[in-house]
């Protein structure tokens, strides 16, 4: 099972060292920090991603949190508003959209792909109304922010090694990060155990609404426009990421780094590739698809050994001297 809980590592490993034996191109040092740049957005949204899967639920509206957040700002921005104002707008909408997806999942208890499903359409509807399905181009001053550098560091590179380290400590050196993992390894324990669930629940579609307002953020700087597809879609890559990069559908299993980032780096890396080895455009969808599909089988394919592995222990048989000790509440001296 050593290859299948490695998977990510693997499957990265031979994109990288396949597209560079194809092109020489595909391994300089600047096409290297192009992919990071260009799986920035994809990263942040699938950091969010990380959260809800985790609880083994699902979110299916961060794309139209994008575009309805860009929609906003853009607005905003050709309205004059100051910058750090437009910022905030934005980010609030990715919260205010992910605050919707908690009180329907976690208060209403509807299950999360039909309620996400529903908020995908009205985010979706409102950015066409108020953008009125034209497309426009921001200012200067906007695009500058996804074409600067921090410290001679590219700006979407930054924001997506905060919002990781951020997220990585939340998981791994909080409670709130350990009753992430509880409820969606076993929520009847959860329960029992005294872990509020709904709060926990709620709280990770907050944070996926964030992270898809950021992930937003951070394209809309690097493409300058508004246009009525931006962040169509967009869902399925951040939940391909993070499941290429070992999170299970499941819930309970996963981690934002080096999973997450593997994944989204990975996806950027075959669209990046093919574009550079001059593959057929046709056959991006299809090779796309098919890493998504493999990572889907492998995770599958762990979540059922892990349930065996689960089964063999609850059922393991024990000695008879051990059983009267038990029953006669004896121990050993």
Not at 70 to 89: E, H, S
Request: aromatic fraction near 8%.
């Amino acid at each position: 099972m050593l290859a299948v809980e490695n998977t990510s590592i693997l499957l990265c490993v031979g994109v990288f060292l396949g597209f560079g034996a194809l092109s020489r191109r595909f391994l300089e040092p600047g096409n290297l920090v192009n992919i990071l740049i260009q799986s920035s957005s994809v990263a942040i949204m699938a950091v969010g991603m990380t959260f809800v899967l985790l609880t083994a639920g699902i979110d299916l509206s961060v794309g139209s949190v994008m575009f309805l957040s860009a929609a906003v700002g853009g607005k905003m921005l050709l309205g004059g508003l100051p910058l750090w104002l437009v910022l905030m707008a934005m980010v609030a909408i990715g919260v205010a959209v992910g605050a919707v997806n908690a009180f329907l999942v976690a208060r209403l208890r509807i299950v999360a792909f039909v309620a996400t499903l529903a908020t995908v359409y009205i985010g979706r509807g409102l950015g066409l109304y108020i953008t009125e399905t034209r497309a426009f181009n921001l200012p200067e001053e906007f695009v500058r922010g996804g074409t600067g550098r921090l410290c001679g560091v590219p700006n979407p590179i930054v924001v997506f090694a905060a919002v990781l380290i951020l997220a990585h400590g939340v998981l791994t050196r909080t409670a709130f990060g350990r009753r992430v993992y509880a409820v969606g390894g076993n929520v009847d324990a959860a329960y029992k155990a005294g872990i509020n669930v709904r709060y926990t629940i709620g709280a990770v579609y907050v944070i996926c609404g964030l992270c898809a307002s950021v992930g937003g953020v951070v394209s809309l700087a690097q493409l300058g426009a508004v246009s009525p597809t931006f962040g169509y879609q967009r869902e399925f890559a951040a939940i391909a990421a993070a499941v290429i990069g070992g999170t299970s559908l499941f819930g309970g299993r996963g981690q934002v780094f080096p999973g997450t980032v593997l994944g989204a780096i990975l996806i950027q890396a075959v669209e990046n590739g093919l574009v550079i080895v001059n593959a057929n455009p046709y056959m991006f969808p299809m090779i796309s698809s098919s890493i998504i599909f493999l990572a889907v089988l492998v995770d599958s394919t762990r979540h059922e050994h892990v349930k065996k592995t689960q089964r063999r222990k609850t059922h393991t048989p024990v000695e008879p001297s051990r059983k009267v000790e038990h029953s006669l509440g004896l121990r050993n001296s």
